[in-house]
């Protein structure tokens, strides 16, 4: 299966979508599809662009130029009835702190048109889906970080929106909360609800099915997370253990052919071109400084490897004060 | 390192209670000058109390906390000088400008005009943000808005770094120039601690502590961690994940099979063993295109299996 070309409906489909500011392009011609109950992450440093496209998608920004359709609704021409498709949930999303779980819910329910004997069926059903049967009183200061964000979800999908928009969603929950929210994050998928999520945690774009990367507006790589970590960096990035990472990290940020180090507790992770030819160049390298390794071995890239191979220091905002 | 460098913290039986049963019970450990630990565990844990019992924000109910010989808890003042806490969201004030921030901090600790001038110079080079000295922190990135925190919380050189959820929100390469600028502290001579709920930065620290209900469940190197996860783990890659998944249910010696993008991690008693029985039942549920591989487990996995799939909220 291409990844370009998904197999059943596409229920979010951009045509060469871009967004200029005055001369400042935020969004470059960018073209992707998600198919029905498919779940996609967008990933990019800090000013790429993500943000600018979500709105546009979200009907809360007019594209500049080309198209994009949610759920078969044009988003330049039916902003709001594109908005009435959606659930949008964020880690910035404000659950009232001083109501209680069913007052939320009923707030946010009202908001989304959703009344009567409907909204006390999805709010029950909300209820249950977070686990919060039997704490519908409690107020939400008292929920930890992991009951208020499986609320705050159902909050987002009160009104079954067949597309949902999650905004770093589990920032600041703890593992074992993530596992849970990913878990009803899938079952809303194999309802055939289309999920778009947006995260810096490379641990959360793990559980995307395919991952858009954005870099200046751009798209840069488009993939499952093993496709991309096939691609972009397999079996260019090395293993470095040693006693003492400091000195090591500092030399190998000029070694010749190694183009990013980064240190992982007693050992390094280097990027390279061409690890056959490059691992004995480093081993003399650093028998050269009489510096000491343990072993330098090629391992398998995560997504942060392929994140930064593919944007390496390509952050706009920060390379232009 | 443990045993071998002298402890530059010593807590014993710290103890901090709240209502509902949060807090922090008997906690004991020791960090060894330049270690980089990080205190993991699920919302509750006590991961913030340590942070702010430890940077003497908060005192405790009972138990010590010394940090290089003072006495946090009798002598706070002296203390205050050693350590530095960078709390999850740090105060910069937003209308002023990247140089003036470090001022603030900088007279805060009366740091001399000439050590100051020198130290922010240096801090602002190592995190890139040299050209940034005349903008306003509120138009910073989230990642620069953080390495700022972290310049201001490092103008007074301190003994002790502590930091709280330091990376949240920062994408992953201004994360690495942020770990690249903690390992360089380690260099000096600065030992840090750190609470943190993303194996992305679990897996940098030198020594982890597993929090769990206000206890430390386990205390070692992420690699010595990992030897403690239960069973083998493996990965199959397929388009078909989630019928592979359904199809790997219930199969002998398989403890769990958890959806995770377009993979399947596979917790099997023995890989060795059941391979040939895994294979077998995924091509009986007509997966074809698929790939078998062991997989060495991370942090989060082994958090997952010591506490439980959703065991602890």
């Known amino acids: 299966m291409s990844p370009d070309a998904p197999e059943g409906e596409a229920r979010i489909v951009t045509e060469r979508l871009a967004k200029r500011f005055g001369a400042f392009t935020a969004v470059n011609e960018v073209s992707f599809s998600v198919r029905r109950g498919e779940i996609m992450g967008f990933l990019g440093p800090n000013g790429a662009g993500k943000s600018t496209l979500i709105r546009m998608l979200c009907g809360l920004l007019r594209p500049t130029s080309g198209r994009a359709e949610v759920a078969g609704l044009d988003v330049a021409r039916n902003p709001e009835r594109v908005r009435a498709v959606i659930g949008y949930m964020s880690q910035k999303f404000s659950l009232y702190n001083d109501l209680s779980v069913i007052e939320n819910l009923r707030f946010f329910g009202g908001i989304y048109g959703v009344r009567g004997k409907r909204l006390a069926e999805r709010v029950e059903f909300a209820i249950e889906m977070a686990g919060l049967a039997g704490r519908a009183d409690t107020a939400v200061a008292d929920l930890s970080g992991g009951w208020k964000q499986r609320l ?23 593992p074992t909360s993530r596992r849970r929210f990913w878990d009803l994050i899938y079952a809303l ?17 793990e559980y995307c099915n395919r991952i858009a990367l954005i870099n200046r507006g751009r798209l ?18 090395l293993l470095v253990e040693c006693d003492d990472v400091g000195p090591l990290l500092e030399a190998l940020e000029s070694a010749p052919g190694v183009r990013d180090v980064a240190p992982f507790g007693s050992s390094l992770h280097l990027l390279v071109d061409d690890p056959a030819a490059d691992i004995p160049k480093i081993e003399r390298f650093l028998a050269a400084r009489g510096l000491g390794w343990t072993r330098v071995e090629p391992i398998k890239p995560t997504l942060e490897d392929v994140f930064v191979r593919l944007v390496g220091d390509g952050r706009l905002e920060e390379a232009t004060p | 390192m443990t045993a071998s460098s002298p402890a530059i913290i010593v807590v014993q039986d710290l103890a ?52 290089d010989g003072v006495d946090v808890i009798a002598d706070p003042e002296t203390a205050k000088l050693h350590v530095s806490y960078m709390p999850q969201r740090f105060g910069l004030y937003e209308d002023l400008t990247v140089d003036e921030n470090i001022e603030f901090f900088a007279d805060l600790f009366e740091i001399d005009a000439t050590s100051r001038e020198e130290r922010a110079a240096r801090l602002l080079t190592a995190s890139g943000m040299t050209p940034f000295r005349k903008r306003r922190a509120g138009r910073l990135s989230g990642g620069m808005k953080q390495k700022l925190g972290l310049t201001c919380s490092l103008i007074h050189t301190p003994k002790v770094l502590l930091l709280d959820e330091p990376t949240a929100g920062v994408d992953p390469v201004s994360r690495r120039d942020f770990w690249r600028i903690l390992y360089g502290l380690r260099e000096e001579g600065v030992t840090i601690a750190l609470a943190t709920s993303y194996l992305d930065e679990a897996e940098r620290c030198t020594r ?104 602890a909220s």
């Open chain 2, 16 to 67: 901090k209670r709240f209502a509902g049963g949060f807090g922090i019970d008997g906690m004991n450990f020791e960090c060894a000058r330049g270690e980089i630990f990080g205190f993991v565990g699920p919302d509750g844990a006590g991961k913030t109390t340590i942070m702010r019992l430890l940077g003497g924000v908060m005192t405790p109910d009972g138990g010590s906390i010394r940090i």
């Open chain 1, 189 to 205: 998928s194999e309802q055939g609800v289309t999920v778009l999520v947006t995260t810096h945690y490379m641990d959360e774009a």
């Open chain 2, 208 to 311: 982890l502590g597993l929090l769990h209900e206000g206890r430390m469940l386990h205390c070692d190197t992420p690699s010595a961690l990992k030897k403690l996860m239960p069973g083998e783990l493996m990965s199959l890659t397929s388009p078909q994940a989630r019928a592979a998944r359904d199809a790997l249910a219930g199969l002998a010696g398989v403890r769990a099979a958890l959806l995770v993008g377009d993979s399947v991690h596979i917790v099997v008693d023995d890989a060795k063993l059941r391979t040939g029985e895994i294979e077998h039942a995924l091509a009986a549920a007509g997966i074809v295109d698929r790939r078998l591989e062991p997989l060495a487990p991370s942090i989060e996995d082994l958090f997952s299996s010591l506490l439980g799939q959703g065991g």
């Open chain 1, 220 to 237: 840069v790589a488009l993939g499952s997370p093993s496709e991309l970590k096939r691609g972009a960096a397999e079996g260019r990035l």
């Open chain 1, 152 to 174: 705050a979800l159902g909050c987002a999908v009160l009104h079954q929106p067949p597309i949902l928009f999650l905004d770093e969603p589990t920032s600041g929950v703890d």
